[in-house]
């Protein structure tokens, strides 16, 4: 059942548009890309920590060759000293999230963009891992390098379900205080929750050493606010309904959006941290795809 799940979030065509991306670091990782910069101590002083499958440019002296006489695969033995980093993902799994004017909602098309990039970060030799949360941390998969955190992950994707109420800012301190090793942390979340409270997290994991991605999820309809008539708007998170003429409330409304974007965008810069509004009726690749060549481009002008 798990690789059910893991070919329900994982599209072979997405995973083919977005298979030459590489990830690249700014700052908060040592090293200049993510997983292009491999220990020279394979197997000296390291300690093995698992399998991972051979990859096109990896030294034929690091096959396993017990592993590929049992299985007629080839398979690069992985050390403690090879793993460049821990990308950490935190998954808002409030109701709001649930939200989608047409086609995915913004959960859903959340968890199709975790899958693919816990794919690109273990076929680049890295380990990911993944904390589902509301007002509270609720369920987790242990960060690892090897392919069966893929599974573990869409299994953990495929389970989760909205929670009334989310708490982003107090999720991000505490998760802050229980990390060890710098790293990457990856937030995916349409941030309904309060502005400082969020920017004071990022801070904090910012100065605890992690390199922070905020994946800013929103529908078409929140970002450009075309409702006609009078619409009746039901609160997500336990608000009351309320009735409203959308004509006379629009400039207002994207307005206000544009200043929240803007005071995240700044709060994101001030500490390296890459802000990212993810239009969910774009697809994965597409996003992906801008995001990953953009970050190429300022990382070479650094």
């Known amino acids: 059942m798990a690789q059910v799940y893991q070919d329900k979030y994982l599209d072979p065509e997405v995973v083919e548009k977005t298979r030459a991306l590489e990830l690249f670091v700014r700052g ?17 002083s390291t300690e093995f920590t698992h399998h991972r499958p051979y990859a096109a440019g990896d030294e034929v002296k690091h096959v396993d060759w ?30 709001s999230m649930h939200f989608g004017s047409e086609g995915m909602s913004k959960m859903e098309y959340s968890k199709h963009l975790a899958a693919v990039l816990a794919h690109l970060i273990v076929r680049q030799g890295d380990s990911v891992g993944l904390a589902v949360f509301d007002n509270a941390l609720r369920d987790s998969v242990r960060s690892r390098g090897s392919v069966g955190v893929i599974r573990d992950i869409c299994t953990l994707l495929h389970r989760t379900e909205g929670e009334p ?77 309320l009735k409203l003429q959308p004509d006379r409330l629009r400039a207002d409304y994207l307005d206000e959006l ?19 509004v993810v239009d969910t009726s774009r697809s994965v ?18």
């Not at 990782?29 to 020279?40: C, K, L, N, P, Q």
């Not at 690749?285 to 650094?302: A, T």
């Open 28 to 44: 908060a990782v040592e090293g200049g890309e993510i997983g292009s910069h491999r220990s020279t101590l394979h197997g000296l």
């Open 66 to 95: 017990k592993v590929y006489a049992r299985t007629g695969r080839y398979h690069i033995k992985q050390f403690e000293a090879e793993t460049n980093f821990d990308a950490h993902f935190l998954f808002d799994a409030s109701s």
């Open 165 to 241: 109420r989310t708490n982003v800012g107090g999720i991000l301190d505490r998760f802050a205080a229980s990390l060890r090793r710098r790293g990457f942390v990856m937030l995916f979340s349409d941030l309904f929750d309060n502005e400082e409270s969020f920017i004071d997290g990022i801070n904090n994991l910012h100065f605890k050493g992690q390199h922070v991605v905020v994946f800013h999820v929103l529908d078409p309809y929140e970002i450009h606010f075309p409702y006609d008539g009078t619409v009746r708007f039901n609160g997500l998170e336990g608000e009351a309904a």
């Open 258 to 276: 544009r200043q929240i974007q803007e005071k995240f965008r700044t709060a994101c810069l001030a500490v390296q941290a890459d802000y990212v």
């Open 285 to 302: 690749p597409e996003v992906l795809i801008e995001y990953l060549n953009g970050r190429k481009l300022m990382s070479r002008g650094r």
